[in-house]
């Protein structure tokens, strides 16, 4: 199973619209949600790692005689 990010980054940034209060609280939920934010996003637009393919090499003409 794969994670849905784009769909946890409405979820979180809904949250954060809904912690709109001046407490403490509401500032440190909004500071851990931005940091969640983040992170989420980063990992929707990260590619996944590619294979690299070794192209055979013609070789040098030093290497021919």
Do not use: K, N, W
Not at 1 to 13: C, G, I, K, W, Y
Not at 17 to 22: C, F
Not at 42 to 50: D, P, V
């Amino acid at each position: 199973m794969t994670s849905d990010f784009s769909a946890a980054r409405v979820h979180l940034e809904r949250a954060y619209h809904y912690l709109r209060g001046d407490d403490e609280t509401s500032r440190s939920a909004c500071e851990a949600l931005d940091l969640l934010i983040e992170a989420v996003a980063e990992a929707q637009h990260r590619r996944s790692e590619a294979e690299v393919l070794e192209f055979p090499r013609p070789a040098r003409f030093a290497d021919r005689q």
